[in-house]
């Protein structure tokens, strides 16, 4: 019996119906609502309430396979909101990247201990004012899993501050009226930069440190460059040359009003309107790192053991910096280390504490606690309290 164009028809209908749900049942690439739920939910996890995800658009993708896994990297760009006043957090301190992660800003009286305690555990970020609304751009990794795409990871890349409707004089009342809160701005700026206005002749310390941290990564990378590629002290180097060692394989670029002036393979980059690395530190030292003062009277045994370990930590990171710093002068010619010898292994030289300053917090060896004091040792051995003794085991 030979099938009627109806029932040819119904027949056809339903085999489109099942392609149609076998397709979308396989998702085969990851949604712009597969992106912007997954920005929702990192922000509910980590933000603590004070931001708020106000625009998500997807605006690239690119699918790959590596030893069977398929991935996925969807860019998006979206619009957060801070609900209220606090500290943003940073998920890469020496990058300047960004997380979605949030602090609540310290009252004045807070114990000036626990406050440092509480910068070490959560690191660096900046001051945003309740209402500030931040342009972002980033990646979101998917990873294929048996029950569909899973979100490995989310990376924020710039983050540009959108135009506040307030004026100076209500930006200058909220700041008299929460005089701890030095919420930023909305200023013209460079990508992946958040910072304060300010001028040559009363910098913010947020510009400071934007400008160091590229000044060193800029030197970082042109010592790289100069070993990869057989150089010599004076030789001359481009910004094009150094950019494959450069954070995003990207020359920074200089707040508004200066640029960053490359010299050749030896001599230090220089801010065109604040100079090197030493002249900032040197003439904006206070500005930049204002002295801690440790209180330890008012300290129970356990925080003082705790404040011990976590100096060790950065004495120790401090060492490995110099140790790096000094193998890559030795080699370039640059400079001869007075604890370095030509016919010694860098494992077995002891920097002291003037070696080690610049590569502290605020450059500034920590205080020991009344009683005792810090042991730096050699470089293959770690720091140690000579009252607790090595708490990095």
């Given at each position: ?48 309430g004070r931001i708020t995800l106000t625009e998500f658009h997807k605006t690239n993708g690119q699918a790959a396979e590596v030893n069977g896994v398929k991935l996925y990297s969807l860019e998006f760009e979206a619009e957060i909101a801070f609900t209220e006043a606090c500290r943003w957090l ?304």
């Open positions: 019996m030979k099938p009627t164009a109806k029932k040819i028809g119904i027949l056809l209908a339903g085999v489109c119906v099942a392609l149609l749900f076998l397709l979308g049942g396989c998702s085969l690439k990851p949604t712009e609502s597969d992106g912007q739920r997954a920005v929702q939910n990192q922000i509910t996890q980590d933000s603590e940073l998920a890469d301190p020496v990058n300047r990247k960004y997380s979605f992660r949030t602090a609540a800003i310290p009252q004045s009286n807070m114990n000036q201990i626990q406050t440092l305690l509480d910068h070490l555990n959560t690191g660096d970020g900046s001051a945003v004012a309740k209402g500030q609304k931040v342009k972002i751009t980033g990646t979101i990794s998917f990873e294929k899993k048996e029950k569909g795409w899973s979100v490995e990871g989310i990376t924020i890349g710039n983050a540009t501050l959108v135009a506040s409707s307030k004026n100076d004089r209500q930006i200058t009342n909220e700041r008299q009226n929460n005089p701890n809160s030095n919420a930023l701005t909305a200023v013209s700026q460079p990508p992946s930069t958040i910072i304060p206005k300010s001028t040559p002749s009363q910098p913010s310390k947020d510009e400071l440190l934007l400008i160091l941290t590229d000044l060193r990564n800029i030197d970082a990378a042109e010592n790289q460059w100069a070993l990869m590629n057989r150089k010599n002290t004076g030789d001359s180097v481009t910004e094009s040359d150094i950019k494959l060692y450069l954070p995003n394989n990207q020359f920074p670029v200089h707040p508004p009003g200066g640029s960053y002036i490359l010299n050749s393979v030896g001599q230090k980059t220089k801010s065109s309107i604040y100079g090197s690395v030493d002249d900032i530190t040197s003439k904006y030292h206070d500005l930049i790192y204002p002295k801690e003062r440790r209180d330890f009277g008012n300290m129970t045994p356990d925080q003082i053991r705790n404040l011990v370990a976590n100096d060790l930590r950065w004495i120790d990171g401090a060492k490995n910096q110099w140790a790096l710093e000094q193998a890559g002068a030795r080699i370039f010619g640059k400079i001869q280390s007075k604890n370095w010898g030509s016919d010694k292994d860098t494992q077995l030289q002891k920097p002291d504490e003037d070696d080690l300053k610049p590569y502290l917090y605020g450059g500034y060896f920590p205080e020991h606690p009344p009683g005792g004091n810090y042991i730096i040792n050699a470089i293959d051995q770690p720091p140690v309290s000579s009252v607790y003794g090595n708490l990095l085991q």
